[in-house]
């Protein structure tokens, strides 16, 4: 499996979609209101996971060194 950070950003919209789903019963609100905490609790740390990479990534730059490969992946296999 190959996720991007843009990847993450369609599965918490599509969370937000689910949640916002007026025709839910109160169970089913609940269900998805445990699953987009869930949901929410993996993001962060993919989220603070990008931000280690950046930083390396910037460290190395400063050295003069491709920071490239120390990028998080975000569309087409490339950082942009």
Do not use: C, W
Not at 2 to 24: G, T, V
Not at 43 to 72: C, F, H, M, T
């Amino acid at each position: 499996m190959k996720n991007k950070l843009s990847d993450l950003n369609n599965h918490l919209f599509a969370q937000l979609e689910r949640l916002s789903d007026e025709d839910l019963t109160p169970d089913q609100i609940e269900k998805e209101a445990k699953r987009g905490e869930a949901i929410v609790s993996v993001a962060d740390q993919i989220i603070r996971n990008a931000s280690l990479q950046i930083k390396a990534a910037e460290l190395v730059a400063e050295y003069g060194s491709n920071p490239e490969p120390y990028l998080p992946q975000i569309e087409g296999g490339k950082a942009s």
